[in-house]
C-alpha cells in the first residue's frame, strides 16, 4: 500500500508566498511522475504543475513565472512553491503521484487535498 501526505496549505494575502509539500510512504518501488492539481469551488479540477522522475517539468500557462515544482525523489516528496499569490489561485490543492509498488503493480494516487486561501 502506498499513501500520500500532504501538508503547506493556509490563507495568504494576495502576493504572497506558501510551499506545499506531498510525501508518498509505503511499498513503492518506483515513481514515475508527480503532480499538483487544483480544484476551485464550482469548477473542475486542473492541473498545475507536473514533473517526471527524470526533472521534466510541466506548468499550466496561469501560474508559469510564479509557482515552482521540485521534488526530492529520496524522499518521495514533491514540492510546489507558489510566489505571487492571486485571489484566483484559492482552491483545494491534490497532490498525485505515478508510479509501481514493490509489487510492480502501476499505481496512480492522490493526496487528500489542501486547502489555499488568497484573500486579504
Known amino acids: 500500500q502506498v499513501q500520500l501526505v500532504e501538508s503547506g496549505g493556509g490563507l495568504v494575502q494576495p502576493g504572497g508566498s506558501l510551499r506545499l509539500s506531498c510525501a508518498a510512504s509505503?511499498?513503492?518501488?518506483?515513481?514515475?511522475?508527480m503532480g499538483w492539481y487544483r480544484q476551485a469551488p464550482g469548477k473542475q479540477r486542473e492541473l498545475v504543475a507536473t514533473?517526471?522522475?527524470?526533472?521534466?517539468?510541466n506548468y499550466a500557462d496561469s501560474v508559469k513565472g510564479r509557482f515552482t515544482i521540485s521534488s526530492d525523489n529520496a524522499k518521495n516528496t514533491v514540492y510546489l512553491q507558489m510566489n505571487s499569490l492571486k485571489p484566483e489561485d484559492t482552491a483545494v490543492y491534490y497532490c498525485?503521484?505515478?508510479?509501481?509498488?514493490?509489487?510492480?503493480?502501476?499505481?496512480?494516487?492522490w493526496g487528500q487535498g489542501t486547502l489555499v486561501t488568497v484573500s486579504s
Open positions: 509505503g511499498s513503492i518501488f518506483s515513481i514515475n511522475a
Open positions: 498525485n503521484f505515478a508510479g509501481t509498488g514493490s509489487s510492480h503493480r502501476y499505481f496512480n494516487l
Open positions: 514533473i517526471t522522475s527524470g526533472g521534466s517539468t
